[in-house]
């Protein structure tokens, strides 16, 4: 929860306080690892990345600047977790050298972007939500800079015990309000892909700096979208378990002590879903419950769906409040030919049962309840970004009709009908399952790829699943192609503006969800879907 914010905070110039922050970050950079002017400036000016369409994997700058060795890019680019831990297990590779490789790559994508046991020897990086000790978890606001950790939360103190080495942390939106990592301290987040467009939020920092490969596996938090958001936008994988299942006491958020109407998620982002498997497996397999009261005490199980030969899916349809970019649509229709193709079968679901825009305007009404946010910046005596009121803005456009009034119910009265509807919404998704007989549900991870910088709309796909409280994975998939086929928003609905120009070569992805608690079996068929789908490329 939030820490208590000095009553001083805001009579402070969080001017002066942000530039001090900023250069103790910057001189926290070794000399050495500092990228040349020459270099940056092939750049087309380092201040103007987030104005020009730029592809910084493409420009391979880590290559390039010479600050890593051969050996240090084969490490950073030519292994995933697993063949990592091999090679630290054998001697191959010393934990100070694979800690080294990724502390260079990850201060040149700092420089670029302007910010931005089992485990044995593992570089982990970790969203600013994360207590370490003797650091600021500042969750992007000023005031929270008076702060300095005094212990680590419990999944750092797993993954230390774990053997990992915590090694960097990221940044992240205003206060983790919205799908723009921005905030007055470090600045925004650049997607690698495409600097023009947003890497997402909140866990912005973490997608961005796995898909340039300064982290071989992030940590973040998901409320509303916040792990699978910033995976789709960067182009990894990322997954948000059920709640509770990973260790999440100690975090910093911008909740009232007590007050948390969504119960967020911690989870992985990484370069394949093995990665994700793996961490799961190894945080669940050391007893979460012996490090957080609120974790629930289930041991990682093992699943029979590997040796099916035929997955039963489901595939969530477009709702008709939130329309589909093309590049999505097209994506999804051609994962399901692809699922088909080897063998499984694939159901079409029907949008009333689906109650997608529902679940949305109930999810919009509980994080409405909290309005700590606000308070905390003013503490701060900072502005506040657009990211912060963009998305209650959004939402007020949107033509829901689910609901009865709320403006005239106090909290209370709020809370108790918004939690009624969610039960019966629950229900009913019990029933589609049972209904369908079905492993698991195909869906789009968003409404479309990265878009432009403050543009992301409201995250019907992902926060819908944050009120059921399933487990999500989202999976890499193509590439966003020019599309002919027409985009118009209608009165009522919500969606990012379509740019074909400034959207192709975005990263596609799709998302795979299971009912609650079969954490499990989500990712054991996101590891089959993504056999099929990296098979239809080969």
Not at 262 to 282: C, H, R, W, Y
Not at 312 to 319: A, N, V
Not at 376 to 397: D, F, K
């Amino acid at each position: 929860m939030a820490p208590q914010v000095s009553p001083s905070t805001s009579t402070k110039d969080w001017q002066r306080r942000v530039a001090e922050k900023r250069s103790i970050c910057q001189k926290a950079i070794p000399k050495a690892w500092t990228l040349t002017k020459s270099l940056l400036d092939t750049l087309q000016g380092q201040s103007e990345l987030s104005k020009t369409k730029t592809n910084l994997i493409a420009l391979n700058i880590p290559r390039r600047s010479g600050i890593l060795t051969e050996r240090e890019l084969e490490i950073t680019e030519s292994y995933n977790v697993s063949s990592l831990l091999e090679g630290l297990a054998t001697g191959r590779f010393t934990s100070a050298e694979v800690t080294l490789a990724f502390s260079k790559r990850a201060a040149i994508a700092q420089q670029l972007g302007k910010l931005a046991g089992p485990l044995h020897g593992l570089p982990v990086s970790l969203k600013d939500t994360y207590q370490v000790r003797g650091t600021q978890a500042t969750i992007g606001a000023v005031s929270h800079l008076d702060t300095t950790s005094s212990k680590n939360s419990a999944l750092v103190d797993m993954l230390l015990s774990l053997g990992a080495v915590p090694y960097v942390k990221t940044n992240v939106s205003q206060l983790l309000v919205g799908v723009e990592s921005d905030n007055n301290i470090f600045g925004r987040v650049l997607n690698p892909w495409n600097t023009v467009l947003t890497s997402g939020g909140s866990s912005g920092g973490e997608g961005a700096l796995v898909a340039f490969r300064g982290s071989v596996l992030g940590v973040g938090t998901d409320l509303a979208g916040s792990i699978r958001i910033p995976s789709l936008c960067c182009g990894t994988y990322g997954f948000k378990p059920s709640s509770n299942r990973i260790a999440y006491e100690g975090q910093v958020m911008p909740f009232k002590e007590g007050i948390l109407p969504i119960v967020p998620s911690a989870g992985p982002l990484a370069n394949d879903v093995e990665t994700l498997q793996l961490f799961m497996k190894a945080v669940i397999d050391a007893e979460p419950a012996r490090y957080d009261a609120t974790a629930i005490d289930v041991p990682w199980r093992s699943t029979n769906i590997l040796r099916r030969k035929s997955l039963r899916l489901g595939l969530l349809p477009e709702d008709p409040l939130f329309p589909l970019h093309p590049p999505v649509k097209e994506s999804i229709a051609k994962v399901v030919k692809i699922l088909q193709s080897h063998g499984h079968e694939v159901v079409l679901l029907d949008a009333a049962e689906c109650h997608v825009a529902e679940a949305n305007q109930i999810a919009g009404g509980l994080l409405s309840l909290n309005n700590a946010p606000r308070e905390i910046i003013a503490a701060g005596g900072e502005p506040a970004l657009p990211s912060m009121s963009m998305l209650a803005e959004q939402a007020r456009s949107i033509k829901w009709n689910f609901l009865p009034d709320l403006g005239a119910m106090d909290d209370l009265q709020k809370l108790g009908l918004l939690q009624s509807q969610r039960a019966k919404l629950a229900e009913d998704w019990r029933k589609l399952w049972v209904k369908y007989h079905l492993d698991a549900v195909i869906s789009p991870s968003a409404q479309n790829t990265a878009v432009e910088h403050d543009t992301f709309c409201w995250p019907a796909y992902s926060a819908f699943l944050n009120l059921l409280d399933y487990p999500a994975c989202v999976m890499p998939f193509q590439k966003a192609s020019r599309s002919e086929l027409p985009f118009v928003v209608k009165p009522g609905q919500a969606a990012p503006p379509y740019n074909p120009d400034v959207l192709e070569g975005a990263p596609g992805s799709i998302q795979i969800f299971t009912s609650r608690m079969r954490d499990e079996e989500c990712l054991a068929v996101a590891g089959i879907v993504d056999e099929c789908l990296k098979d239809s490329e080969n």
